[in-house]
């Protein structure tokens, strides 16, 4: 099992581009989640799925958005890249919701200028 | 809101040592307190948990200390090891309202060789 994939490792992006973090669990979770690291601040819960078709905003949502289509695929969506958006992103999943361990990525480092 | 406040934020410990890190919560509504290690470029990793009805826990030279009446719990790492050197992560997971986990602020924790 490769377990839980994220693309890409670093990205890049100018103030007002928009661009897709792509995240992929081959352990067949339910329930997915997305965060943001920032120095200090811990990590912080932006969107999480529940299954297909479902999904919520965690604390910091805005600026964001999310779909889940398959049990697989959970991306990312930044519409209007700012430069409070930089950060690196990790994706986890979950067995299910009340699952004692989420399996986390190894991140997507993202920097707006 | 619900937090969980991680102290201290770096900690140097030499080899042999014991590293120490706190953290305390403010919302009865938590079930379960689990704690994730992080190394460099890395997503974070479950290193041990406990649950409320229980004090302690260890694993190896890892030990978990909870104080549910003063609404604290620790990690201990005893005869800390240079590849010890990583960021560490305490957490709370509710038990109602989605079973969010808040995380703390993380403590990069560096051992001397």
């Known amino acids: 099992n490769a377990g839980v994939t994220q693309t890409p490792k670093f990205r890049i992006l100018k103030i007002g581009q928009s661009m897709t973090l792509q995240c992929t669990q081959d352990?067949?979770?339910?329930?997915m989640y997305w965060y943001r690291q920032d120095p200090g601040m811990g990590l912080k819960l932006i969107y999480y799925s529940v299954g297909a078709g479902i999904t919520d905003k965690g604390e910091v949502p805005n600026g964001y958005n999310v779909s889940r289509s398959t049990t697989e695929d959970f991306p990312l969506r930044l519409e209007l890249a700012a430069p409070s958006q930089t950060s690196v992103y990790f994706c986890a999943s979950s067995y299910a919701q009340y699952a004692e361990t989420q399996y986390f990525g190894p991140g997507t480092r993202l920097l707006v200028l | 809101q619900q937090q969980v406040k991680q102290s201290p934020q770096s900690l140097i410990v030499q080899k042999g040592g014991i590293s120490i890190i706190n953290c305390a919560y403010e919302n009865t509504a938590f079930d379960y307190f689990p704690w994730y290690q992080q190394f460099p470029g890395k997503g974070p990793a479950l290193l041990i948990a406990?649950?409320?009805?229980?004090s302690e826990k260890k694993e190896g030279r890892f030990t978990i200390s909870f104080n549910k009446s003063a609404k604290q719990f620790s990690l201990h790492i005893m005869d800390s090891q240079p590849g010890d050197s990583a960021t560490y992560f305490c957490?709370?997971?509710?038990?109602?309202?989605?079973?969010?986990?808040?995380f703390g602020a993380g403590t990069r924790l560096f051992v001397k060789a």
């Open positions: 406990i649950r409320p009805d229980v």
């Open positions: 957490a709370a997971r509710g038990n109602t309202g989605g079973f969010k986990t808040i």
């Open positions: 352990m067949n979770h339910n329930y």
